[in-house]
Every structure is written in C-alpha cells, then in structure tokens.
C-alpha cells in the first residue's frame, strides 16, 4: 500500500488526501491553523457526493515529525512554495514522488530546480471546493483529478496513485505534462482574476454577453500561447467554448484567488498570471489582455489590503 502525505490541508488536500483516508488508504495530513482543533475534533468534509467525517487520522503541525511517504501531495497555495525546500524532505525517500495539485505555469520546473533528481508531477484539480472552517472543507461541485509527469521516474508510480483514487471514488487521470498545466491555465486565468478584479462570481461573468466575451478572449489568449510555449497536443480555438459551456452548469462558484482576496490573503499572481506572460514572452506571443488583469490584481493587492 502507497503511504500519503499532505502538504496543506486545505480545500485541496482536505479533500483529495480525506478521500483517500476515508477510502482506508495511509495518509498523513500537514496543518497549520487549524492543527490543534483537527487533532481534536477530526476533519469534516462536506460533499456534494455525500458528507463525510473523518475522526483519528495522522495530523502533524511540523513536516519535521511526519514519516517518508511513497507519494506526497501538495497542495499549499504558492505563494508559500518557497517553504517547500524546507518542508519537503523530511517526507521524501529515494523513490518518493511528489504531486503539485496547484494552479499556474513553472512549478514544476522551479521544484526541479531545487531537486533535481526527485520525480515530480502535475496535478490538476477540476473541482470546486472551499474550506469553509476549522477542519471543515465544502466540495460542492466536480472533482475529477488529472495527473501529468514533468520528469522521468514519475510515472512509475503514477498508475498506481491513479488506481488508488479510483477505488476511493475520485475519478483520476493521466495527461501530458504541458498540455494539461496550458488547459488548466485556460480555465483559471480568467475566472480567477476576473471574479477579482470584479468582485464576482462565475455564474454571473456568463450571464453578461459583454463578460463573457472578454472571459473568451482572455481564454483564447492563453490557448495561443500555450500552443506557442510547445504543448504535445495544440489546444484548439474551441476549447474555449467548452469551458465556458461546462461553467454554466457548474454550481455558482467563487475560485480560489477570490476567496484568498474576500479573506485578505496573498492572492496567487506569480504564477497564475506573471510566469505564463513570462512563458510567452519567451516565444515571442503577447497576452495584452491577460497583462493588463495582471496589473489591476497586482493594484487591488496592493491598495485594497
């Protein structure tokens, strides 16, 4: 059996890495906040799939004093990736893998720079999910998993991690590292920022014709630059109708990045928006209007904190 760790369980890991704990998979869950109240009252998951609680797991409030896992999941927000080089191999054996489930273009590269001989892959969460509390984690909608490997030795292990959210039901994948982090991106750099920037939510960016206008723009923006940046597969023109077509049946949903901004948290810029105009840059592509939500969310972090 994989043994698990968590790095940051929060409305990701919460409920990815509670799945698998609730699925009798060996997990050990990382805690800031909220460690003492978890430690005490277990963790709670609010599923549109079904609540669950989750009572007795392995918590820790130091990487330091968890044990070296077969697969670790991180899911921190990044602006606290720089934390990584210090939290990271107190978990890590010669063949351990580790998963960033986080949004953006360049983590997995940065991570590899930093070690470079540890196999690593992408996660991309399709899901909505909130923590709502102490311990307490709301998913409402979605929850497919897509895992992609960045360098060799990741999809040894893949399969396997893939089987073991299968059995727990959580539907899971594999993918091609650049073209699903791009498809990812297509998806979160306009709703993201825009929800922001107009203090809003998804439903209500597409049911204004001139919002989801700019929302298609900005998405068909990222489609070119990724197929720029040499993704396996080009993303077509009309991938952009399709997310916007699977949004409208979402549930009414505030992402990530508008969350952090209604709780006054760093908001994740770097690598949303200023590492893929970065990607760009470098093949010659501009995103005028990408640059430009980069800028007015850099503005509203700055003054509106």
Not at 226 to 244: C, L, T, W
Not at 264 to 286: C, G, Q, T
Request: aromatic content about 8%; overall charge negative; charged content about 20%.
């Amino acid at each position: 059996m994989l043994s698990y760790g968590v790095i940051g369980t929060g409305a990701i890991g919460g409920y990815y890495g509670g799945m698998l704990a609730r699925g009798g998979k060996d997990v050990h869950f990382l805690l800031h906040h909220d460690y003492e109240y978890v430690k005490a009252h277990g963790l709670q998951i609010d599923s549109v799939n079904g609540n669950f609680h989750l009572d007795g797991i392995n918590v820790y409030a130091d990487s330091a004093e968890m044990p070296k896992c077969d697969v670790v999941l991180v899911c921190l927000k990044t602006v606290n990736n720089f934390r990584l080089a210090e939290m990271l191999p107190h978990l890590l054996h010669e063949h351990t893998l580790v998963i960033l489930i986080q949004n953006g273009i360049g983590l997995e590269a940065d991570l590899h720079e930093t070690f470079p001989n540890l196999p690593i892959a992408a996660g991309l969460a399709f899901i909505c999910s909130g923590k709502v509390g102490l311990g307490h984690i709301s998913h409402q909608d979605y929850g497919k998993l897509t895992i992609a490997p960045f360098c060799a030795g990741a999809d040894e292990v893949i399969a396997d991690v893939i089987r073991d959210f299968t059995e727990v039901g959580v539907e899971a994948v594999t993918a091609c590292y650049a073209e699903s982090r791009w498809k990812k991106a297509v998806w979160n750099i306009p709703f993201n920022g825009m929800t922001v920037a107009l203090d809003t939510t998804t439903n209500l960016l597409l049911a204004n014709n001139d919002t989801e206008h700019l929302i298609r723009e900005l998405m068909l923006e990222v489609i070119h630059a990724g197929n720029a940046a040499g993704v396996e597969h080009p993303i077509p023109d009309s991938f952009a109708d399709v997310m916007i077509a699977s949004t409208k049946v979402m549930t009414p949903y505030s992402p990530s990045m508008k969350l952090d901004y209604d709780n006054r948290r760093p908001m994740e810029i770097y690598y949303l928006y200023s590492r893929p105009i970065l990607e760009a840059h470098k093949v010659n592509v501009d995103m005028p209007k990408v640059s430009m939500l980069e800028n007015m969310l850099k503005f509203i972090q700055k003054e509106k904190y």
